[in-house]
Protein backbone atom coordinates (compact mmCIF):
# COMPACT_ATOMS: atom_id res chain seq x y z
CA UNK A 1 0.00 0.00 0.00
CA UNK A 2 1.38 3.39 -1.17
CA UNK A 3 1.26 6.42 1.37
CA UNK A 4 -0.47 9.69 0.10
CA UNK A 5 1.73 11.98 -0.73
CA UNK A 6 2.13 14.77 2.06
CA UNK A 7 1.92 18.76 1.33
CA UNK A 8 4.05 20.06 4.07
CA UNK A 9 3.27 23.80 4.95
CA UNK A 10 5.93 25.61 6.76
CA UNK A 11 4.23 28.36 9.12
CA UNK A 12 6.22 31.50 10.43
CA UNK A 13 4.75 32.91 13.49
CA UNK A 14 6.05 35.63 15.39
CA UNK A 15 3.76 35.49 18.47
CA UNK A 16 1.92 38.84 17.46
CA UNK A 17 -1.15 39.77 18.44
CA UNK A 18 -1.15 39.47 14.36
CA UNK A 19 0.05 35.69 14.60
CA UNK A 20 -3.62 34.59 14.75
CA UNK A 21 -4.21 35.91 10.85
CA UNK A 22 -1.45 33.80 9.91
CA UNK A 23 -2.02 31.08 11.57
CA UNK A 24 -6.03 31.11 9.99
CA UNK A 25 -4.42 31.30 6.26
CA UNK A 26 -2.08 28.25 7.25
CA UNK A 27 -5.02 26.32 7.95
CA UNK A 28 -6.86 27.51 5.08
CA UNK A 29 -4.34 26.06 3.03
CA UNK A 30 -3.79 23.01 4.64
CA UNK A 31 -7.59 21.99 4.07
CA UNK A 32 -6.86 22.29 0.79
CA UNK A 33 -4.94 18.62 0.68
CA UNK A 34 -6.16 15.43 2.26
CA UNK A 35 -2.65 14.58 4.21
CA UNK A 36 -0.73 18.23 5.16
CA UNK A 37 2.14 18.12 7.14
CA UNK A 38 2.04 21.57 9.19
CA UNK A 39 5.63 22.84 10.30
CA UNK A 40 4.77 25.76 12.39
CA UNK A 41 8.02 27.88 13.53
CA UNK A 42 8.83 30.68 15.62
CA UNK A 43 12.38 32.19 15.44
CA UNK A 44 13.79 33.60 18.70
CA UNK A 45 16.10 36.20 17.81
CA UNK A 46 19.18 37.07 19.19
CA UNK A 47 18.52 40.72 19.40
CA UNK A 48 15.38 40.47 21.55
CA UNK A 49 14.46 39.86 25.48
CA UNK A 50 12.35 36.30 24.84
CA UNK A 51 12.86 33.65 26.81
CA UNK A 52 12.74 30.19 25.32
CA UNK A 53 10.38 28.54 27.96
CA UNK A 54 8.28 31.62 27.38
CA UNK A 55 8.12 31.50 23.58
CA UNK A 56 7.50 27.59 23.45
CA UNK A 57 4.15 28.10 26.09
CA UNK A 58 2.81 31.14 23.47
CA UNK A 59 3.86 28.54 20.37
CA UNK A 60 2.24 25.79 21.76
CA UNK A 61 -1.20 27.79 22.99
CA UNK A 62 -1.40 29.53 19.87
CA UNK A 63 -1.14 26.76 17.46
CA UNK A 64 -3.03 24.00 19.40
CA UNK A 65 -6.01 26.77 19.86
CA UNK A 66 -5.88 27.03 16.39
CA UNK A 67 -5.94 23.27 15.41
CA UNK A 68 -8.92 23.03 18.16
CA UNK A 69 -10.94 25.12 15.87
CA UNK A 70 -10.03 23.42 12.56
CA UNK A 71 -12.39 20.18 11.85
CA UNK A 72 -8.91 18.36 10.42
CA UNK A 73 -8.69 14.84 8.79
CA UNK A 74 -7.10 11.90 10.29
CA UNK A 75 -4.64 12.90 7.82
CA UNK A 76 -3.15 15.78 9.07
CA UNK A 77 0.51 16.06 10.85
CA UNK A 78 1.58 19.31 12.89
CA UNK A 79 4.78 19.39 14.42
CA UNK A 80 6.13 22.57 16.41
CA UNK A 81 9.85 24.29 16.08
CA UNK A 82 11.30 26.85 18.21
CA UNK A 83 14.89 28.31 16.59
CA UNK A 84 17.21 30.79 17.56
CA UNK A 85 18.99 33.37 15.43
CA UNK A 86 18.26 35.42 12.41
CA UNK A 87 14.59 34.56 11.86
CA UNK A 88 14.81 35.10 7.98
CA UNK A 89 17.25 32.68 8.01
CA UNK A 90 15.99 29.68 9.97
CA UNK A 91 12.80 29.97 8.15
CA UNK A 92 14.14 29.18 4.86
CA UNK A 93 16.55 26.74 6.48
CA UNK A 94 13.29 24.76 7.99
CA UNK A 95 11.97 25.21 4.42
CA UNK A 96 14.81 23.43 3.07
CA UNK A 97 15.44 21.07 5.75
CA UNK A 98 11.89 19.46 5.02
CA UNK A 99 11.85 20.31 0.89
CA UNK A 100 9.01 22.12 2.24
CA UNK A 101 6.08 22.85 -0.72
CA UNK A 102 4.95 26.47 0.70
CA UNK A 103 5.92 28.83 3.23
CA UNK A 104 3.58 31.20 5.01
CA UNK A 105 4.37 34.54 6.78
CA UNK A 106 2.57 37.75 7.87
CA UNK A 107 4.48 40.80 6.35
CA UNK A 108 3.62 42.96 9.69
CA UNK A 109 5.52 42.73 12.71
CA UNK A 110 5.88 42.46 16.75
CA UNK A 111 4.43 46.11 16.76
CA UNK A 112 1.87 45.83 14.21
CA UNK A 113 3.84 48.23 11.34
CA UNK A 114 4.00 47.16 7.69
CA UNK A 115 7.95 45.66 7.44
CA UNK A 116 10.02 47.81 5.11
CA UNK A 117 11.58 46.50 1.89
CA UNK A 118 14.76 44.72 4.54
CA UNK A 119 12.10 42.53 6.76
CA UNK A 120 12.04 39.17 7.46
CA UNK A 121 9.53 38.32 5.08
CA UNK A 122 10.90 39.88 2.12
CA UNK A 123 14.23 38.49 2.60
CA UNK A 124 12.08 35.10 3.07
CA UNK A 125 10.70 35.42 -0.41
CA UNK A 126 14.69 36.26 -1.80
CA UNK A 127 16.12 33.08 -0.51
CA UNK A 128 13.15 30.54 -0.22
CA UNK A 129 13.09 27.49 -2.75
CA UNK A 130 9.53 27.25 -2.70
CA UNK A 131 6.12 29.24 -2.82
CA UNK A 132 5.89 31.77 -0.08
CA UNK A 133 2.54 33.35 1.03
CA UNK A 134 2.75 36.42 2.58
CA UNK A 135 -0.36 37.56 4.50
CA UNK A 136 -1.01 41.57 4.33
CA UNK A 137 -3.57 43.46 6.40
CA UNK A 138 -7.00 42.68 5.05
CA UNK A 139 -8.86 45.43 6.54
CA UNK A 140 -6.72 48.30 5.25
CA UNK A 141 -9.14 51.32 3.97
CA UNK A 142 -9.31 51.09 0.66
CA UNK A 143 -8.07 54.48 -1.28
CA UNK A 144 -10.74 55.05 -4.11
CA UNK A 145 -10.24 57.34 -6.57
CA UNK A 146 -13.74 59.55 -7.53
CA UNK A 147 -14.75 58.02 -11.29
CA UNK A 148 -16.14 60.84 -13.72
CA UNK A 149 -19.68 60.40 -14.41
CA UNK A 150 -19.81 60.97 -17.67
CA UNK A 151 -16.71 57.96 -18.16
CA UNK A 152 -19.32 55.81 -16.57
CA UNK A 153 -21.94 56.84 -18.67
CA UNK A 154 -19.83 56.39 -21.86
CA UNK A 155 -18.72 52.88 -20.25
CA UNK A 156 -22.28 51.73 -19.82
CA UNK A 157 -23.82 52.81 -23.20
CA UNK A 158 -21.15 51.66 -25.39
CA UNK A 159 -21.12 48.15 -23.25
CA UNK A 160 -17.49 48.66 -22.95
CA UNK A 161 -16.22 49.14 -26.38
CA UNK A 162 -15.72 52.69 -25.25
CA UNK A 163 -13.58 53.35 -22.27
CA UNK A 164 -13.45 57.04 -21.50
CA UNK A 165 -15.81 61.10 -22.25
CA UNK A 166 -14.44 62.76 -24.69
CA UNK A 167 -12.96 65.22 -22.08
CA UNK A 168 -10.81 62.24 -21.22
CA UNK A 169 -10.10 60.57 -24.33
CA UNK A 170 -6.82 60.76 -25.97
CA UNK A 171 -5.31 60.17 -29.24
CA UNK A 172 -2.80 57.45 -27.80
CA UNK A 173 -5.65 55.62 -25.48
CA UNK A 174 -6.54 52.62 -27.44
CA UNK A 175 -8.74 49.50 -26.08
CA UNK A 176 -8.89 46.53 -27.41
CA UNK A 177 -11.88 45.62 -25.82
CA UNK A 178 -13.18 44.00 -29.03
CA UNK A 179 -12.70 40.14 -30.21
CA UNK A 180 -14.02 39.38 -33.12
CA UNK A 181 -13.86 35.25 -33.62
CA UNK A 182 -14.54 34.50 -37.65
CA UNK A 183 -16.45 31.27 -37.46
CA UNK A 184 -14.00 29.95 -40.13
CA UNK A 185 -11.06 29.20 -37.73
CA UNK A 186 -10.72 25.70 -36.84
CA UNK A 187 -12.18 24.65 -33.85
CA UNK A 188 -10.50 21.54 -31.51
CA UNK A 189 -12.48 20.44 -28.33
CA UNK A 190 -14.89 23.17 -28.18
CA UNK A 191 -12.22 26.00 -27.93
CA UNK A 192 -10.34 27.76 -30.61
CA UNK A 193 -6.87 26.35 -31.79
CA UNK A 194 -4.70 29.34 -31.40
Known amino acids: MQREPRFRIVVAL???EYAEIILEYA????????????HFVHVVD???????ETAKRELARLVY??????????????RLHLRAGKPHEEI???AGE???HLIICGRFGKRGTLRQLGSVTHRVLETAHCPVLAINFVDRPIETVEQCPDCVAVRAESEGETWFCAAHSA?????LATTLV??????TGGGLLW
Open 14 to 16: DLS
Open 27 to 38: LDQAARHSAPDL
Open 46 to 52: NDRDETI
Open 65 to 78: DGLDNVGRGPGWQS
Open 92 to 94: VAL
Open 98 to 100: LDA
Open 171 to 175: PDRET
Open 182 to 187: SSSLPR
